[in-house]
């Protein structure tokens, strides 16, 4: 027997089926994930404009809440916020309060009292934006900037908005993510992307120490041999190798890492002369990828880059958008 | 239907009672002096008692937990040895072992004694407390086992500590034999469970939880089954969560072993699929696990490897189960809600209403060497419920300080009536 359970989706879309809070691409339908790249493509012409910015968020206070430390995702997530106007508050969590003991909860409760509008959450444990959407006030839109090894769903996003602007389509496609899956957050929410998009073949590519058990529940193919698994490839994704995965007798040695999994030419040639190469950053060269691929014709790395920007002003603009939508009915309904 | 004044005889009438052999059967129980004095047929016209009507319900022997927090002495936040006792007595409890993993750690006779002495006074059930088999439940040095024993400690167990090492674990089996003491032990290897708090499979992977993968239960399930056959001990392992695990203990019965096991209840109604909304309530250890693993289970109490139901209650206050999963407490408050859910495989049909009381009654009762059962002479500890009446588990019915209960926002079947320890009543409003 399992208990009534509020699935993932129902936490983060409102009656309606708009989002209210954007934690995983489990459960969104193709239309939705449809609908936030063809947004992030209308964003990226604001990119390209002498004044950057749109008044959608004008008035609302952002608050990215960094409980594990990343540049790049939140200058971007920050930068988004910004050309949306919206008021940006730094907080990076993991040197204040909570070294300081105060619990997730504590945390919370004082940052609503600054009357917030939204939260970006990066956080190290699966789960938690799904337990901050769960306990703030109704109206404060969550958007998760990765938890865990769980899900990273702007980033398997702007990867899907990437694909999209090199390929035209996603039918057809044969997709490799070859690396580190066991810890990666990035993996789970692009294969999980993948399959809702309707490619034709997800293919995971890793040792036996760096995939999940039952990997294949996750909606691919898996494959241990990397010459075997570049066959027909469309578009390559490879996954960045953290140093400390030599001292858990996970991997024996950067090297041999790189001779098995390391996309280098002679192995990228294995693949349609047309396939893409791409890598969520950053980049650890000689590690995973060879310098002359990640810097070569063929890399779309730079590219992710700033459609990052785009795809969050996407999700930003859209939680939002769904939180006021309910505030109305809300009212409408004569509730507070 | 409390019965206020305790007077010599009572006389529980229109019930189905739960005979020895498992057989369910309408007829009266007697009780008197604070035993049972004659049942059925026997009981029928024994003049002057006082008559509790028992009309739609169950009576069956008092139900006895081989596991239960009771978060005394050390963690008043979470629970103390009064709420908990009484709601176990909510429950149909009529005795429950008291886990070690207080703090400190019941390791000492002083410990045995403390616990023993505030049940004494403030329980109204029986409280059997259990000892730790190492010293402060690290696994590195051994307890005054016999020390324990004396003072009243009725198994002795590690919990979740584990041992450093197999060498520990052997020499804790060979001296625990030289006294005859059970060992219950949760197996677990603690390198393959790591950090892991979830069962290692789909959910995990999907929700990238970190997980525990079957074989830490299983290889600790045949490294105590071979040490236990070496060294002659006897074994009752505890809250098993594998089906493999029920296979591995019924070959080591088939070739003598003697090993006895448990399952705590809500490995039997759930499996991993609870976590999939990261719902803190079910981080469990060991973990909820496969369906395959349910069945595996349920097959086990059927047949009879799994000889006891325990409840594993573990009441947190609102803090431990409030944060992301990882970071929360283990455990469910379930002493009150067990019973309720065995109904629930009753009406699924996954086990009958004769084997889920056997196995929450003389089961547990036969690992401490002890009887429950409706029989003259039998000290009078019973249970009278209504299986079919209908309670909701919420703050305004539960007495345990804990609230993290496995089934909420459902009505459950099966209330009790009438909890009685010795005779007395011990719920409702029992107390000493």
């Known amino acids: 027997m399992t208990t009534p359970q509020p699935s993932p989706d129902s936490v983060q879309l409102t009656a309606d089926g708009q989002l209210r809070h954007f934690l995983t691409l489990d459960g969104l339908s193709r239309e939705l ?11 990226i012409e604001v990119g390209e404009r002498a004044i950057k910015k749109v ?11 960094f409980f594990e430390s990343s540049t790049r995702t939140r200058s971007t997530f920050e930068l988004a916020a910004k050309r949306l106007s919206a008021d940006v508050l730094n907080l990076d969590i993991s040197t204040s309060a909570t070294s300081k003991g105060e619990s997730l909860s504590d945390t919370l409760l004082n940052l609503e009292a600054m009357a917030s509008d939204m939260f970006v959450v990066r956080h190290a444990q699966s789960g938690a934006p799904h337990f901050i959407a769960a306990s ?3 109206g404060v839109a969550i958007i998760n900037a990765g938890d865990g090894r769980h899900a990273h769903p702007t980033q398997a996003m702007l990867d899907m908005l990437t694909i999209r602007q090199h390929k035209g389509r996603f039918e057809g496609l044969k997709v490799a993510i070859v690396g580190d899956i066991l810890h990666s957050r990035v993996a789970r929410s692009q294969i999980c992307a993948l399959n809702t998009l309707g490619v034709e073949e997800v293919r995971v590519i890793a040792p036996g120490t760096l995939l999940p058990s039952d990997a294949e529940h996750l909606g691919c193919t898996v494959e241990y041999d990397m010459e075997k698994g570049m066959r027909d490839l469309d578009v390559v994704i490879m996954l960045r ?21 390391g996309l280098d030419r002679s192995k990228l040639a294995l693949a349609k002369p047309d396939c893409i190469v791409m ?10 990828i060879e310098s002359a691929v990640a810097d070569g014709p063929r890399s779309v790395i730079l590219n992710q880059v700033t459609n990052g920007i785009a795809v969050r002003m996407a999700v930003m603009s859209m939680a939002m958008g769904g939180q006021v939508t309910e505030r109305v009915s809300r009212l409408g309904e004569g509730q507070p | 239907m409390s019965v206020s004044s305790q007077p010599s005889r009572v006389k529980i009438v229109g019930g189905t009672l739960l005979l020895p052999d498992g057989q369910l059967q309408a007829g009266p129980l007697l009780i008197a002096d604070g035993h049972i004095s004659a049942v059925g047929a026997a009981a029928e016209g024994a003049g002057d008692a006082t008559v509790i009507n028992a009309e739609g319900c169950i009576v069956s022997p008092g139900l006895v937990d081989l596991w239960c927090n009771l978060r005394e002495p050390g963690d008043g936040q979470k629970g103390n040895i009064t709420s908990e006792t009484r709601a176990a007595a909510h429950g149909g409890f009529t005795t429950v072992c008291a886990s070690p993993e207080t703090s400190p750690v019941n390791d000492s006779g002083a410990v045995t004694h403390l616990i023993r002495d505030v049940s004494g006074s403030r329980s109204p059930i029986r409280v059997l407390p259990i000892g730790a088999t190492t010293k402060g439940l690290e696994g590195e040095l051994l307890s005054d086992m016999a020390g324990l024993v004396r003072a009243g400690c009725v198994a002795l167990a590690n919990g979740r500590g584990g041992f450093r090492d197999a060498r520990v674990l052997h020499r804790a089996m060979a001296y625990a034999r030289t006294f005859g003491i059970t060992l219950m032990l949760h197996p677990e290897n603690q390198a393959l469970a790591a950090d892991g708090y979830a069962h290692d499979g789909r959910i995990t992977t999907r929700l990238g939880l970190l997980g525990i993968p079957e074989v830490a239960e299983t290889t600790a399930v045949m490294e105590m089954l071979l040490l236990a056959e070496e060294t002659g001990v006897r074994l009752h392992l505890a809250q098993i969560s594998c089906g493999r695990s029920v296979q591995m203990i019924a070959e080591a019965r088939q070739r003598g072993v003697n090993v006895t096991a448990d399952v705590a209840m809500h490995q039997l109604l759930l499996t991993e699929e609870a976590l999939s909304g990261f719902d803190s309530r079910f981080h469990v250890r060991p973990p909820l696990r496969s369906e395959a693993d349910r069945q595996g289970l349920l097959e086990g109490v059927r047949t009879g490897v799994i000889g006891a139901i325990v409840s594993a209650h573990q009441p947190h206050d609102t803090a431990a189960k409030q944060a992301p999963l990882a970071a929360t407490e283990p455990g469910l408050s379930s002493v009150e809600s067990v019973l309720s859910m065995g109904l629930m495989l009753v009406e699924r049909q996954e086990l009958s209403l004769s084997v889920l009381l056997q196995r929450l009654t003389a089961g547990p009762a036969a690992v401490l060497g002890r009887k429950a059962a409706l029989e003259a002479g039998a000290i009078a500890d019973i249970c009278v419920f209504a299986p079919q009446e209908r309670w909701l588990a919420d703050s305004a019915s539960l007495v345990s300080a804990g609230h993290h ?6 009505a459950l079947h099966g209330v009790v009536r009438l909890t009685m320890v010795g005779g007395r009543t011990a719920w409702p409003s029992g107390y000493p």
């Open chain 2, 405 to 410: 209960v496995p089934v909420v926002n459902h």
């Open chain 1, 241 to 261: 190798l953290q140093k400390e995965r030599m001292q858990g007798a996970l991997l024996p040695s950067e090297q041999e890492f790189y001779r098995l999994y």
């Open chain 1, 33 to 43: 994930l449809t609908d936030i790249l063809d947004t992030a493509d209308s964003f």
């Open chain 1, 55 to 65: 008044p959608l968020l004008r008035g609302r206070t952002v608050v990215n809440l």
């Open chain 1, 279 to 288: 890598h969520p950053g950053p980049i650890n060269r000689g590690v995973e």
């Open chain 1, 136 to 138: 703030v006030t109704p």
